[in-house]
Each structure stands twice: as C-alpha cells, then as structure tokens.
C-alpha cells in the first residue's frame, strides 16, 4: 500500500453529467478507507490559488443526481507554464495533499500527465466527457446521459417536423467522433447521419434524401456532428439542400450546451460510483498516470498517455444498422 494519507479531488474542462456521481465516490471511499479527502474548486485554477475545502462523507449528500459539478470548473492558460504548476505544486503540499483524482476530458488529463512527470506526484483520472472521445474506455462519464437528452430533443423536433412536412438538420456535439450523433441518430430514427469519422459527401445526401420522398415520406431528420464535414457549417450544409430541393421546407436546430446539463441517467450515476472507488484504491495501491475505465462492463486501468493519445473507434456495425433502417 502507498504511503498515502490525503486525497484530493477536481473537475476540469467541460462539464458533463456524472461529474458529481463520481465527486461523490471519490470523497465516500476516502471516508471509508480513512483516508483524508480534500475538494479542489475550479480545476486547476484553484489548484494555484489554493482554494481547497476539507471534504467528508457528509460534505457530498444529494448530489449524485445533480448534473455539472459542485466543485466548479475552469480552463487555466496559468497551469500550462511552469511557473504555474509549480505554485499549484507548493500548495498541494502546503496542504499535505499525497495525491489527486482528476475528473475530465483529454486536456486535464495532459495536465496531469505533465504535472506527474515534473514532480513525480501520484495522480489518476477518471474520464469525464460527453463525446465519448477518450480511449481506454467504452463509456465516459456523461455520454449515455448526453445521448438520452439529444434522443428527446430529437423525438420533439420531429413531430414538427412530421406536421409540417419540414426537413430538420439537428446538429449535436462531436467536434472529432460521431459517437453521439451515430447513437442518437439510430435511436430517434434519423434519416441520415452526418459524423467526422464518414465523410459521405453531399451528393449521398442529396441520394438519400430524394429516396426518402420516393418512398413517400413527408419530413425527414438529419443528424449532423458538429465536427462533420460535409458543409462548412450547418447553416451552409441548408443552404445546398434547399437550392436543390426547393420544395423542401429546411430548418436547422443546434441543440449546443443543453446536452451537457441535467440530471444523470441511473448508468452514469452506477459508473461514476464505480470509477471513484476504483480510482481511490489504486492510487492506494501505488498505481498512478493511469485512468479508470470500463471495457464489457468490467473497470480497467489504462496509462494516461494511452488514453490521450488513442483514438477511438466507430462503430462500423452500427453504421451498417443506421444504412439499413434508412431505407
């Protein structure tokens, strides 16, 4: 067992549903195992400000159904000099902090990456994201939640759609992977889908639009990443479609950062509870640059630099589904 007596946990970078499921973990494990926990506020930010608060068992009550973070989050330009981690460096240890759980996306996770190589300072991630982007994982925290909210989002626009015989572009979040577009398209029915890893080109979805008004349907839904690039940007991608298709009636819906809020689904709720308890244990057990993930249901730990430097895969079967039920 590590010589490891106080803990410390954050978010960084966007938010995501579960951030707080999994704060939650952390400090209730810490409190279990006896263990000192403390909560850093704004990320990294804080963490060269000092700004810490003492943390315990009741410190996390009702939150594990809140969406974003009650330890807030930043972006911080100061952590990304030298100067700057070492005074988040001298404070930690003003603190008497051993170690910290980092709860965020591939650029906190290089920060603590860096931050381990220069002080050799014991840390592990927990990867908090609603893309979905990060490797090691087949789930981030956040994504089956971000899913359920785009579904819905979904299911609404298109009994407008439905009424008013309208073509709807809806883009979604996935600056580089489509895995949120590809599984909400496929479960609200989308007519196509639009996604960074498939650049299928506009004269398929011009093709596939003109079969879906052979075969009688009145109003369709695309689903576009925002990351695609099959247009500049949505906005153009309408423009096209209605100079070739005037007699469509096209509208777009960004659905932006409401797909982050909310409360968590039950999933992200479980799995955020599992990655905290697996993150406090294996700093525990001397483990650190790594990050918890979950692979056919079972949590593994993966090497930070792996993690941020992988790519994730798209589901090629799902894409085959998505051609299938289009037609």
Do not use: W
Not at 21 to 50: F, N
Not at 223 to 238: R, S, W
């Amino acid at each position: 067992m590590a010589n490891i007596k106080k803990i410390a946990v954050f978010t960084s970078g966007g938010d995501s549903p579960g951030m707080n499921a999994a704060i939650r973990s952390v400090v209730r494990t810490c409190a279990y195992l006896k263990i000192d926990c403390i909560g850093i506020y704004r990320g990294y930010e804080g963490m060269i400000e000092g700004d810490f608060k003492p943390m315990n068992a009741r410190s996390v009550n009702n939150i594990i159904n809140k969406g974003g973070t009650i330890l807030k989050s930043a972006r911080c330009a100061e952590f990304r000099t030298k100067e700057g981690r070492e005074k988040a460096y001298r404070q930690l240890r003003a603190e008497g902090i051993d170690a910290f759980v980092v709860i965020g996306g591939d650029g906190s996770f290089t920060g603590a990456m860096i931050f381990n190589k220069e002080f050799n300072f014991p840390v592990m991630g927990i990867p908090g994201t609603i893309d979905n982007d990060i490797f090691g994982t087949t789930f981030t925290l956040g994504f089956d939640t971000a899913l359920n909210t785009v579904v819905e989002a979904i299911d609404k626009i298109r009994d407008t759609a439905s009424s008013h015989n309208r073509l709807f572009f809806v883009e979604v979040m996935g600056r580089d992977v489509g895995h949120l577009a590809l599984n909400a398209g496929v479960g609200a029915g989308a007519e196509e889908i639009l996604i960074p890893e498939e650049n299928l080109g506009r004269e398929r979805l011009l093709e596939s639009l003109k079969r879906s008004k052979l075969s009688g349907k009145s109003s369709s839904i695309v689903i576009v990443a925002e990351g695609d690039k099959t247009g500049k940007n949505i906005f153009e991608l309408k423009d096209y479609v209605e100079e070739n298709f005037p007699d469509y009636d096209v509208r777009v819906s960004v659905l932006g950062h409401m797909q982050r809020g909310g409360s968590p689904s039950c999933y992200d709720r479980v799995l955020a509870s599992r990655m905290g308890v697996r993150a406090v244990e294996a700093l525990l057990e001397g483990k650190s640059t790594m990050m918890v993930g979950t692979i056919a249901n079972e949590l593994i730990l993966t090497p930070i630099e792996k993690a941020i430097k992988g790519h994730t895969k798209i589901d090629k079967e799902l894409i085959r589904v998505s051609d299938i039920m289009t037609v």
